[in-house]
């Protein structure tokens, strides 16, 4: 029978794809971190999300998200063997956007989260994609990775997250809430 568990980082430290291990507080541990968040957010959003259009795209984005940190694990010279996320992902991503957007009305102010659970659960997946992003942007910054499309997917990512808390929130009839008093 399996274990659960290695006992290999019990040292603080975490392998890599490929040979070596880094100290699991590295950067490169989290953006790797971060990005596993932003799968389960996206998980959490597919499950409480009402509208028929969204789990299909959310198991497609979260399995590129799989992708995207294999190849972020994995050591220089192996990462092109775990090269999943190009131009043709991205544009994927922009398609999906643009399909969707098509189906809602854009807010012309910020909104609240929160006016529906699918809804407020996107838009919490957005910030931790955020988030991701911008460890990333550090990694190719350090030339930690070398790979530029995963930073744009992870950009046009928080902007279909974006498109599908709008479309969650008035697909369920529901009308957004402004982050402005109206007076």
């Given at each position: ?32 971190g971060t990005?596993?968040?932003?799968t ?34 994995a ?12 131009e ?11 399909a ?20 407020a ?29 995963l ?33």
């Amino acid at each position: 029978m399996s274990s659960f568990y290695t006992r290999g980082g019990d040292d603080g430290s975490t392998g890599l794809l490929g040979e070596g291990r880094l100290p699991k507080h590295h950067p490169r541990m989290e953006a790797i971190g971060t990005l596993d968040e932003a799968t389960a957010a996206l998980g959490l959003a597919r499950a409480l999300s009402q509208s028929p259009r969204i789990g299909p795209v959310l198991v497609q984005v979260q399995r590129d998200l799989y992708g995207l940190m294999a190849e972020v694990a994995a050591t220089p010279e192996n990462a092109s063997r775990f090269r999943s996320i190009d131009e043709g992902r991205v544009a994927w991503l922009e398609a999906q956007t643009d399909a969707l957007s098509e189906t809602v009305d854009l807010p012309k102010e910020f909104i609240l989260p929160g006016d529906t659970s699918g809804g407020a659960a996107l838009s919490l997946a957005r910030t931790v994609v955020r988030r991701a992003e911008r460890r990333v942007a550090a990694l190719l910054d350090q030339k930690e990775v070398t790979n530029p499309e995963l930073l744009r997917y992870l950009n046009r990512l928080s902007s279909l997250c974006f498109v599908l808390e709008l479309h969650e929130t008035q697909s369920a009839g529901k009308a957004v809430t402004q982050a402005k008093e109206k007076k």
